[in-house]
């Protein structure tokens, strides 16, 4: 019997799937897979998989929490805000490449280079953010504490936008008076704010909601807790209209309800394509677009 891999909860009302491409790492043969970039509700199954050894099958749901819990993190932030949304590079977990790929999926814009290191490996996986290290740079991002705010201002008049770094959450009214402090002092530019990972829930992102021009992400941690049992894999049809998810060993095509063709989620491992960066973002961007997170709902048949 082949093993299934499923995220039974999530911190927020949906995930984004990805990942797919470290079971190839792990030596572990793909038998079903919904396609990376997917945003899903919790109780669905992800992967069918062949593989007997305990350590591995530790392994995976140890990296598949990760890499999903950093596309949904990303993801959750871009949907509630529609804004930029950055990392520091010595924000990202290792391996470097994959959480990238993971981070980009979701929709991450940007790598801020915080430290000293080679960023011309890092291009296919995004872009690098310039920010201002002398007063003549210009076009870059100014990244700053509240301390000091107020004096890098005065001496950096050139800036494209201002990231403010802070160890406690702003409340709209401490975000308000610095955006002020920031027209004051230079006029209109972009104004993004740091946020640790305990930052990001859904009443303090919504706080942020037309106030921001972006968000940096200072730390990760695991939103999903996934599971892994002896099964095989169902069918997965989403009715992109009445906006459920038909999970079921049979054989579906047209939405019962409204005659509508399903779009098959689940896909056959031996048509296995890994994609690129770009291109999970761009699936997932597509997804996104027609995805209710209040409406779906799942149905088992
Ligand atoms: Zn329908």
């Given at each position: 019997?082949?093993?299934?891999?499923?995220?039974?909860?999530?911190?927020?009302?949906?995930?984004?799937?990805?990942?797919?491409?470290?079971?190839?790492?792990?030596?572990?043969?793909?038998?079903?897979?919904?396609?990376?970039?997917?945003?899903?509700?919790?109780?669905?199954?992800?992967?069918?998989?062949?593989?007997?050894?305990?350590?591995?099958?530790?392994?995976?749901?140890?990296?598949?929490?990760?890499l999903i819990s950093l596309a949904t993190i990303v993801n959750f932030i871009k949907k509630c805000l529609n804004v930029k949304v950055f990392t520091y590079y010595s924000s990202i977990p290792d391996e470097i490449e994959d959480s990238l790929k993971a981070l980009i999926t979701g929709g991450l814009d940007g790598i801020i280079p915080d430290l000293e290191v080679n960023y011309e490996k890092l291009k296919d996986y995004g872009n690098i953010i310039n920010i201002c290290r002398s007063e003549v740079d210009k076009l870059c991002y100014l990244v700053t504490n509240l301390i000091s705010l107020n004096e890098l201002l005065a001496k950096f008049k050139q800036v494209y936008g201002v990231i403010v770094k802070s160890s406690y959450r702003l409340s709209k009214n401490i975000l308000i008076d610095l955006k002020l402090k920031m027209y004051?002092?230079?006029?209109?530019?972009?104004?993004?704010?740091?946020?640790?990972?305990?930052?990001?829930?859904?009443?303090?992102?919504?706080?942020?909601?037309?106030?921001?021009?972006?968000?940096?992400?200072?730390?990760?941690?695991?939103?999903?807790t996934l599971e892994i049992y002896e099964s095989k894999m169902p069918n997965i049809n989403r009715c992109i209209n009445c906006q459920i998810d038909f999970v079921t060993h049979n054989q579906i095509k047209k939405c019962p309800y409204c005659g509508n063709k399903l779009t098959n989620l689940a896909k056959s491992g031996s048509e296995y394509k890994e994609y690129s960066p770009k291109e999970m973002k761009f699936i997932c961007m597509e997804f996104m677009k027609e995805f209710k997170e209040d409406k779906l709902r799942i149905e088992f048949r």
């Open positions: 019997m082949p093993y299934v891999v499923k995220v039974t909860r999530c911190k927020y009302p949906w995930f984004i799937n990805v990942g797919s491409w470290i079971f190839k790492k792990f030596g572990i043969k793909l038998n079903r897979y919904i396609i990376d970039g997917v945003p899903l509700k919790p109780a669905i199954p992800i992967f069918e998989i062949e593989c007997y050894k305990n350590d591995i099958l530790r392994k995976i749901i140890n990296e598949l929490s990760k004051d002092s230079i006029g209109d530019h972009e104004f993004l704010i740091e946020c640790c990972h305990l930052d990001i829930t859904k009443s303090y992102i919504k706080n942020l909601q037309n106030l921001v021009n972006g968000v940096v992400i200072s730390s990760f941690s695991n939103v999903v």
